[in-house]
Structures are given as C-alpha cells and as structure tokens.
C-alpha cells in the first residue's frame, strides 16, 4: 500500500456533512482523503436544497408578474419556460460547484472519485484502493424513500431529484406528503400553474411544525388554489394513458398527470460494509454519542444517516464538531434543539425550538405564547405579505420557541436562533433597536409585547 493512501482522517461521503468535515480538518493541519462517488457538495448542492430554492426563487418571481397589478405596475406572465428557469437554476449549482472544488484542491483534500466501502474500523476501499485513516467519518447521507408497492419510474411517479429537472410545467400534480419537500414543491408547482393537490397522511400539513404555522400556511395555500387533503393515508396508484390516479382514504381519487412521492428520506446505510466493521446500524441509522461517535473507536458519523434532523446546515455544524474533536480542539457537542427550521414555501415557515405543543407536553401549564400579526409591521405591509411571529416561553423564563410565518421569515431566524441558544427573556431582547423599516422589527414588537409593553400591539 503506498503512504499516499494513509491519512488522519478519511471521509466516506462529500455532501455538507463530508465536505464540511474536510474542509476543517485540513485547515487545522490534518491529513485529509474525501471518498464520493458523485459530485463533491452531495444531495443539498446537486439535488437539494440550492436547487429547489432556485425553483422557489423563479415562483417568487412568476408570483410577482402575476400579481404586480397591486402594486400599481404592468406586468403581465405570459409563461414559463422550463429551460430558462433551469439553466438559470443549473448555473447557481455550477457556480457554488465550482467554488467548493476551488476551495477542496486549495486545502490539499485528496478527492477520490468512487464509492467507497468501510472495511475495517481504519480503512476504506475505493475500487482496487484502499484508504486508511486514523479516524474514519460516515457521512454517506440520505436518499428520497418512497412506500412500499409504489414505484418510482422516473416520469410519472417521481421524487424531488427527478422534480428538479422536469422539462415542462405539469398541468396537475398530486404531492404525496405534505411535509417540507412537498409543501415546497407544491409552492413552486402553483406558481408556476400547475393545479396541485397535496395528500397528507397526518391531520395537518408540515406536522412537526406549530400547529398555529400549520395552520396559516394551510389558509394560504387554499388561497392560493392549492388543495390539501390531510388526514388522508395513500392507498394505490393506478397508471393511466395520461398520468395517474392516486387513491387515498376517506377521499375520492385524484387524477393528475404526475405524482411527486416527498415521503421522507432514508439513510444511506446498506451495502457499505458498516455492520460488518462492527459499527452499529439501527434501522439504517447509525446512533451516535453526543460527540459524534458511533460504536467503534476512531469512526465517527455525521449528518443524515445520524437519527434527528435531516438539515444540511446540521450537516455542516456536525462535520465541523468532528474535525475539531479529531484535531482535540474539545468543541462544544451540536444540540438538535438550537437547530433551526425553514420552510420555504409561499408564505415560508421558519422556526427554533419547541413548539406549543411541545412546550406544554415538557412544562405543562408554566408555559405563556404571544402571537404577533404581521398586519402591524411596516415592512411585511410594503411586501403585502401576511403571517406572524409567534412566542413560547416558560413562565418568568426564557424564549423556548419561535415560529414565523410570511414571506422571507427564513431570513429572520438568524435573530430568533441566538434569543434561543443564549436563552434570551424576553426583558433582554425587548430594548434592542431594530432597524426601521424591517420585518425583524416584528420580532422585536413581540418580544416588547411580551415583556409587558407593547408598542405596535394592542396590549
Ligand atoms: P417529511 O418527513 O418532512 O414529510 C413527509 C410527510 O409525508 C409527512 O408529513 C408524512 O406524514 C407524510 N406521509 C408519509 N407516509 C404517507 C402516506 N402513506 N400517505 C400520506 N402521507 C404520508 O419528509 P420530506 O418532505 O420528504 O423531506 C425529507 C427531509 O428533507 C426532511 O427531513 C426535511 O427536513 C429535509 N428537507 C429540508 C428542507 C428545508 O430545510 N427547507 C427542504 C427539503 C427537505
């Protein structure tokens, strides 16, 4: 085996969680081999969260022509075209490909194009090669599940990586689950024109949310002729001459000329060779410590195959903590709690911490919320976007929750992360002077409103 192949740390996997890991490590000195098989930048990059926001950007625009009228300007949408919105979205992709390719070579990271295989706890076999590494860092992701008896085929029945480059707009869609992948296709769909109708097993739509955010998006998106049927498990599929027809219980069947299955992601475990290592796999997930280990000395594990939220940017917080604890910098473990959630549909849903629900569940009545309407901040009148802010905290306690609703609201949970991670009352954050006219201002009337002194709110 030639040294080139022996490294301080080898990484199976090159998306947020990989690349963030490797990036890192070899800024702090350390030896680094990134093993991918496809692209460096992975399943958000690619297939993912850049591309589906490059969607979502276009519906912002389409929505714009479509309703600049209210704003007094004559524009008029005379359509979409597909190929535009993806070179257009393709040469976002490109662009940061490129850039993190830069930045890979420019810190002496070994790329080895391949797919790789644990096989032992210190080497990965890539083809006829095989890498060692002091520590070995899992980071193979995840990939778009579907149900059993329900097969992907590509044309029809898709999921989000085959939605992203679909050629033309369908003209009806049904979206199987109504959670993040789904409700933001189903945004982007309806922008564009397509009739959407979203098929939800659980009561509402994007269920791990606030109940109250569930239910303003749910108002939003009947408005915007999106139709939801929730509490309404899939059945079947049958395949017609022109697309299919979705049967699901306590409704009638849906025709439509594509069918999106966002049913949740599956880890990226099998046939890897971990279990054989003696890494322990628990239902395709690999269970860590806190600090990233998994059951075999030296092998750590990052990002979407570790139980919890599947996020990109958990991705990067979690390849960041393991290069650091390899290089025995000690970092501080990554919470899930302090993660924050966005939404990115039209209105978006952004949030951190509990929720009311789940408030209540862990401190019982000792729980106080505070909803503030988006009908009393300037900046949301100006964009005419409706939603809210809204508060939970424990009584005399810290902030332990916020959920935003309206359009562009992800921007503004950078605020809302630090009043959860500091553990901010709502006495800290009321003094602070935000800008005029911002929609971060809302965050500051609700927390005033909470304090007991409210400016804009009635109190
Ligand atoms: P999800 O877990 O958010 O939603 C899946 C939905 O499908 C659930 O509401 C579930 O109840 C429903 N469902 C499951 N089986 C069903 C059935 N038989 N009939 C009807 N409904 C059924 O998963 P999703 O949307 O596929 O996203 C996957 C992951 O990717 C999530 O963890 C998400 O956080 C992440 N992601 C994050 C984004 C963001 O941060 N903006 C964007 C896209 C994905």
Redesign the pocket.
């Known amino acids: 085996m030639a040294d080139a192949d022996h490294f301080d740390v080898v990484i199976l996997g090159a998306g947020s969680g990989g690349y963030a890991c490797a990036l890192r490590a070899a800024q702090l000195g350390l030896s680094v081999a990134l093993v991918e098989k496809d692209k460096v930048g992975g399943t958000c990059l690619h297939v993912?969260?850049i591309p589906?926001?490059a969607l979502l950007h276009a519906a912002e625009v389409a929505d714009a022509a479509r309703e600049s009228e209210q704003f007094g300007v004559k524009a008029t949408l005379d359509g979409i075209d597909m190929a535009g919105v993806n070179a257009y979205k393709d040469g976002v992709v490109q662009r940061l490909f490129k850039g993190l390719t830069g930045l890979i070579n420019g810190r002496g990271i070994t790329v080895v194009e391949g797919s790789g295989r644990l096989t032992s706890p210190t080497t990965v076999a890539v083809g006829d090669r095989t890498l060692t590494g002091k520590h070995v860092v899992l980071a193979t992701g995840?990939y778009?599940?579907t149900?059993p008896g329900l097969e992907i085929d590509g044309e029809r029945v898709i999921t989000?990586d085959q939605a992203l480059t679909l050629d033309r707009v369908p003209a009806t869609a049904v979206v199987?689950?109504?959670?993040?992948?789904?409700?933001?296709f189903a945004s982007v769909w309806s922008s564009f024109g397509t009739q959407v109708t979203i098929?939800?097993?659980?009561p509402r739509?994007?269920?791990?949310e606030d109940a109250d955010s569930s239910k303003q998006l749910e108002r939003a998106f009947r408005k915007r002729k999106i139709k939801a049927l929730t509490g309404?498990?899939?059945q079947k599929v049958e395949h017609t001459e022109r697309g299919v027809v979705v049967h699901?219980e306590g409704a009638e069947p849906v025709e439509a000329e594509v069918l999106l299955?966002?049913?949740?992601?599956g880890p990226r475990t099998e046939g890897l060779g971990f279990e054989e290592a003696g890494v322990t796999v628990d239902r395709g997930f690999v269970p860590t410590d806190e600090r990233l280990r998994t059951s075999v000395p030296g092998v750590f594990a990052v990002g979407?195959i570790v139980p919890g939220?599947?996020?990109?940017?958990r991705g990067f917080a979690h390849g960041i903590f393991v290069a650091e604890e390899i290089a025995g910098l000690n970092p501080a473990p990554v919470r899930d709690a302090g993660i924050p959630?966005?939404?990115?549909s039209n209105p978006e849903l952004a949030s951190v911490g509990l929720t009311e629900e789940q408030a209540r569940a862990a401190h019982g009545d000792a729980v106080e919320t505070l909803t503030y309407d988006l009908g009393g901040n300037g900046k949301s009148q100006i964009l005419k976007t409706s939603g809210s802010v809204k508060l939970v905290r424990r009584q005399d306690g810290p902030v332990i929750g916020v959920h935003l609703v309206g359009a562009r609201v992800?921007e503004l949970i950078g605020e809302a992360q630090l009043i959860f991670n500091w553990e901010a009352f709502p006495d800290d954050v009321a003094p602070l002077v935000h800008a005029h006219p911002t929609q971060n201002e809302a965050l500051g009337e609700a927390h005033l409103a909470l304090a007991g002194k409210p400016l804009h709110a009635h109190s």
């Open positions: 993912g969260c589906t926001k995840s778009a599940r149900l989000s199987l689950g109504g959670g993040v992948i789904g409700c933001e098929v939800e097993a659980l739509l994007m269920a791990a309404a498990p899939f699901v299955v966002a049913v949740g992601r979407d939220l599947q996020l990109a940017h959630r966005v939404t990115y992800g």
